[in-house]
């Protein structure tokens, strides 16, 4: 376990934007396999070092997941409210270019996209942004095409592309509730975050049965007054830039942080880092947490968190639903169907997520241990495809 923690980084690309003088960086966790795999963000203040632990968080989930793929991570110190953003990210991601055709699956993270950076791959004429994935998994260009043409099909209110990581999510937390003998149509969660991941997650929970009570952005939370579920399907209907709209007849708005004095059986921070710290884990009234953003709960909250019988599921696991989502669209031997996507998602994360938390009750460890343990334990396959069964 602490191999995989401790490690350094093998391979570090640095860039100096030679227009603004921003700093950005590429960070390949490891090199083992054909591929590596990760998101791209936009971030005041990003540092080298979180980008560093978030590519290695992307190596774990890749290793719980049955991936066979390493963690990458990149991203610019720039504001994303800035008007030169679009431009800001062209420079970078063309410094990074020979990357992404040979080894690099790039996808949208904070403050980024998938149509963003689709629109830079035209430009400086990528088919892709997935495009290692083809060389991979060993399919011709129009072939590969075909499939990642699926990222834009419809799936209720938005695409797969949007809807995948948000929908892993909820699967995770379906497999918590499931954990814990809830059954769904009592169950109720409050969600921190309404931008991609945390609106999709909200409204397939809403669709699953579940009672959302509780929402917050980066302005306000949204709390319902009377623990029925608040009217997400409607919500998101309204809703721009990731802001909860200012209709909300079924609940009432409170300050931000007020998302942590819900009682709820399922609290998921799907916003930012660092978001469960010691103060609020020691109060926050719930069964479980199920992080949907990365580095969402801190060492020392995980460590009160499991003092107080509470469980905190590992964010590499609850946030690899995008991951998931590729191997269930590129893994089968033929075109899945948009639905056959979800359902594996689904069905692999919940059978993760009962197999890390019977690891945990058995080896009496928080459910991070129990899932750094199986990813240590993971074997690697150095010359298979990362998607799909394994052929010896």
Same mark, same amino acid.
């Given at each position: 376990?602490?191999?995989?923690?401790? !490690? !350094?980084?093998?391979?570090?690309?640095?860039?100096?934007?030679?227009?603004?003088?921003?700093?950005?960086?590429?960070?390949?966790?490891?090199?083992?396999?054909?591929?590596?795999?990760?998101?791209?963000?936009?971030?005041?203040?990003?540092?080298?070092?979180?980008?560093?632990?978030?590519?290695?968080?992307?190596?774990?989930?890749?290793?719980?997941?049955?991936?066979?793929?390493?963690?990458?991570?990149?991203?610019?110190?720039?504001?994303?409210?800035?008007?030169?953003?679009?431009?800001?990210? &062209?420079?970078?991601?063309?410094?990074?270019?020979?990357?992404?055709?040979?080894?690099?699956?790039?996808?949208?993270?904070? /403050?980024?996209?998938?149509?963003?950076?689709?629109?830079?791959?035209?430009?400086?004429?990528?088919?892709?942004?997935?495009?290692?994935?083809?060389?991979?998994?060993?399919?011709?260009?129009?072939?590969?095409?075909?499939?990642?043409?699926?990222? !834009?099909?419809?799936? /209720?209110?938005?695409?797969?592309?949007?809807?995948?990581?948000?929908?892993?999510?909820?699967?995770?937390?379906?497999?918590?509730?499931?954990?814990?003998?809830?059954?769904?149509?009592?169950?109720?969660?409050?969600?921190?975050?309404?931008?991609?991941?945390?609106?999709?997650?909200?409204?397939?929970?809403? !669709?699953?049965?579940?009672?959302?009570?509780?929402?917050?952005?980066?302005?306000?939370?949204?709390?319902?007054? /009377?623990?029925?579920?608040?009217?997400?399907?409607?919500?998101?209907?309204?809703?721009?830039?990731?802001?909860?709209?200012? &209709?909300?007849?079924?609940?009432?708005?409170?300050?931000?942080?007020?998302? &942590?004095?819900?009682?709820?059986?399922?609290?998921?921070?799907?916003?930012?880092?660092?978001?469960?710290?010691?103060?609020?884990?020691?109060?926050?009234?719930?069964?479980?947490?199920?992080?949907?953003?990365?580095?969402?709960?801190?060492?020392?909250?995980?460590?009160?968190?499991?003092?107080?019988?509470?469980?905190?599921?590992?964010? &590499?696991?609850?946030?690899?639903?995008?991951?998931?989502?590729?191997?269930?669209?590129?893994?089968?031997?033929?075109?899945?169907?948009?639905?056959?996507?979800?359902?594996?998602?689904?069905?692999?994360?919940?059978?993760?997520?009962?197999?890390?938390?019977?690891?945990?009750?058995?080896?009496?460890?928080?459910?991070?241990?129990?899932?750094?343990?199986?990813?240590?334990?993971?074997?690697?396959?150095?010359?298979?495809?990362?998607?799909?069964?394994?052929?010896?």
């Amino acid at each position: 376990m602490a191999s995989i923690l401790c !490690k !350094k980084p093998e391979l570090v690309v640095a860039y100096t934007d030679p227009v603004e003088g921003f700093k950005g960086w590429l960070v390949i966790d490891a090199l083992t396999h054909k591929l590596c795999a990760g998101g791209c963000r936009v971030q005041a203040g990003l540092t080298l070092d979180t980008v560093v632990h978030l590519a290695r968080n992307m190596t774990l989930k890749m290793r719980i997941a049955g991936i066979r793929a390493d963690g990458a991570k990149c991203g610019i110190d720039y504001d994303p409210h800035s008007p030169g953003k679009g431009e800001a990210l &062209f420079r970078f991601i063309r410094s990074i270019r020979p990357f992404i055709l040979e080894r690099y699956s790039i996808g949208p993270d904070l /403050n980024v996209k998938l149509r963003e950076l689709d629109e830079i791959a035209e430009r400086l004429d990528i088919p892709s942004v997935k495009l290692a994935i083809a060389k991979a998994q060993g399919f011709d260009l129009p072939y590969f095409l075909e499939r990642y043409a699926m990222l !834009k099909a419809p799936v /209720n209110h938005v695409t797969l592309g949007r809807i995948r990581s948000g929908f892993g999510l909820a699967a995770a937390c379906l497999g918590v509730l499931d954990f814990l003998e809830i059954p769904k149509h009592k169950a109720t969660v409050a969600i921190q975050g309404f931008g991609a991941l945390g609106g999709a997650a909200a409204y397939t929970l809403h !669709k699953s049965g579940v009672k959302v009570i509780g929402l917050a952005d980066e302005e306000k939370a949204l709390v319902s007054r /009377n623990e029925h579920s608040l009217n997400v399907k409607a919500l998101i209907e309204s809703c721009t830039d990731g802001l909860i709209p200012r &209709f909300g007849n079924d609940g009432q708005y409170v300050d931000r942080k007020g998302i &942590f004095d819900i009682k709820c059986d399922v609290f998921i921070p799907a916003a930012i880092e660092n978001a469960v710290v010691a103060e609020n884990a020691r109060t926050i009234s719930v069964r479980a947490i199920v992080p949907g953003a990365n580095l969402a709960i801190t060492e020392e909250a995980e460590r009160i968190l499991h003092e107080r019988g509470i469980i905190a599921i590992p964010d &590499f696991l609850a946030g690899c639903g995008g991951s998931m989502s590729m191997d269930a669209l590129f893994g089968p031997a033929s075109h899945p169907p948009v639905q056959g996507v979800l359902d594996r998602i689904e069905k692999r994360m919940c059978k993760i997520v009962k197999r890390v938390l019977e690891r945990s009750q058995r080896d009496g460890t928080t459910a991070r241990e129990a899932a750094l343990n199986l990813c240590t334990e993971a074997p690697t396959h150095p010359d298979a495809k990362p998607y799909g069964p394994l052929k010896e």
